[in-house]
Every structure is written in structure tokens, then in C-alpha cells.
């Protein structure tokens, strides 16, 4: 985490200190989205070698979904890297690479600031360092995964906590608290058919409810 830390925010100097660490986030939201769509990126692409893949054409998007295997998708010929390989025209090349995201993951990387970030970044050193953790990232087993993404977390919201006055919840915690939470509703919820509601007033990125529904 250190490492990332450091790196990408040293790539960042055009920016705040505050604004750097809270992009760490979305750069890293990056790498681990071009590292779990590696296996089926060709597979991808190939549902548009007559017709270029459109964004706003909803055929394409299921093609392109169904192509992946997932929810989520890239439809750029450039991983990061390649692009890494290749700096020319790469702060163009980069951003077209973002925005070949499927729209819900366009929508979430714009909403988090992408395109500032990314201007304001040394492009070639930055898609070389964010190719670097994908390939990191795609050697990790899950669980080590969501650690570290925990961890990332919780060193930028405390670099912040003064403004933001957020707070992350470590991982670790959430499922004793869901487990104090639904035990005394243990034989209720054992039944077949058995529903029940959990409320989060401050659910953040839903660690509680998503722990709750795994149950």
C-alpha cells in the first residue's frame, strides 16, 4: 500500500496532497478492472471485428457482456499494457480506454473524478505503473484482493478524515458485527422462505449489507 501510495502520488504533484490520495482509489479501481478482464478480452473484441463497438447502442453492450462473462466490460483493443508499450498519443489513447468501459463503469469513474486525475497526471509513467499493478493484481487470490483495496481505503479516507469526515470500517470487523447482528434471529432465519430487513443508515460501500445477504 505504501508503494502504490507513494508512487501514484508522485505522479499526481499538479494536485493537492488531499485531492492525490483520493485518487489513488479510482487509478487503482482501474488496474484491477483491465486485471479481471484480461482472460476475456479478446473474446470481447472479437464481437466487433465487422462493426466498431458503439456505447450507445444497447446490442453491443450485451454482446459485449455476454462476451466477458460479466456485468462489466472493456471494449478498447488497449490494455494497460499495451498502451504502456506504445506512449504515442497516449493521454488520448488512455482516456479512449476509459471511456470503453461498459456504462455503469464509465458512469462510476466519472462520478469519482477520473478524467481530472488523469489530466493532471504524467500519462506515460502513470499507465506504466497502473499496468504493473494489474498484472500484480491478476496474480493475486481474491481475498488478498479485497485486503488490499481495504487497505488503500482506509489510508486515503485517513489522509481526509479532517474535511471528509468519513470513515472505513475494516473488513475483518464486518463479519463479527453481522454475526452479533442476526444471531438472535438465527432460528427465524433458518426457516425456508424466511426474509428479514437490515438497515445501514451509513452503509458506504455496503460492506455490512453484502456481508448480511452472503448469510
Not at 90 to 118: C, H, M, N, Q
Not at 126 to 131: K, P
Not at 181 to 201: E, I, K, M, S
Request: aromatic content about 6%; overall charge neutral.
Amino acid at each position: 500500500v505504501e508503494d502504490i501510495r507513494g508512487t501514484l502520488s508522485s505522479l499526481l504533484k499538479s494536485a493537492k496532497q488531499a485531492e492525490q490520495y483520493k485518487a489513488i482509489a479510482p487509478l487503482m479501481l482501474v488496474a484491477a478492472l483491465d486485471s479481471a478482464l484480461k482472460a476475456t478480452k479478446q473474446q470481447v473484441l472479437a464481437k466487433f471485428t465487422a462493426t466498431p463497438y458503439d456505447k450507445h447502442d444497447p446490442d453491443h453492450i450485451t454482446r459485449a457482456r455476454r462476451a466477458a462473462g460479466r456485468p462489466f466490460f472493456n471494449a478498447s483493443p488497449y490494455q494497460l499494457a499495451t498502451l504502456a508499450a506504445d506512449p504515442s498519443n497516449l493521454a488520448t489513447k488512455l482516456l479512449d480506454y476509459v471511456d470503453a468501459f461498459s456504462p455503469d463503469v464509465v458512469e462510476l469513474l466519472a462520478w469519482l473524478g477520473i478524467r481530472p486525475i488523469l489530466a493532471g497526471a504524467d500519462t506515460v509513467a502513470l499507465v506504466e505503473s497502473l499496468g504493473r499493478y494489474s498484472a500484480v493484481l491478476h496474480a493475486m487470490p481474491g481475498r488478498d484482493r479485497n485486503a488490499l483495496f481495504d487497505q488503500i481505503a482506509m489510508v486515503s479516507v485517513a489522509e481526509t478524515a479532517e474535511k471528509s469526515h468519513e470513515a472505513i470500517t475494516p473488513r475483518d470487523v464486518v463479519p463479527l458485527v453481522v454475526d452479533l447482528c442476526l444471531r438472535p434471529h438465527q432460528v427465524a432465519l433458518a426457516q425456508p422462505g424466511a426474509l428479514t430487513r437490515l438497515y445501514d443508515p451509513a452503509f458506504g460501500t455496503g460492506g455490512f449489507l453484502v456481508e448480511a445477504a452472503r448469510k
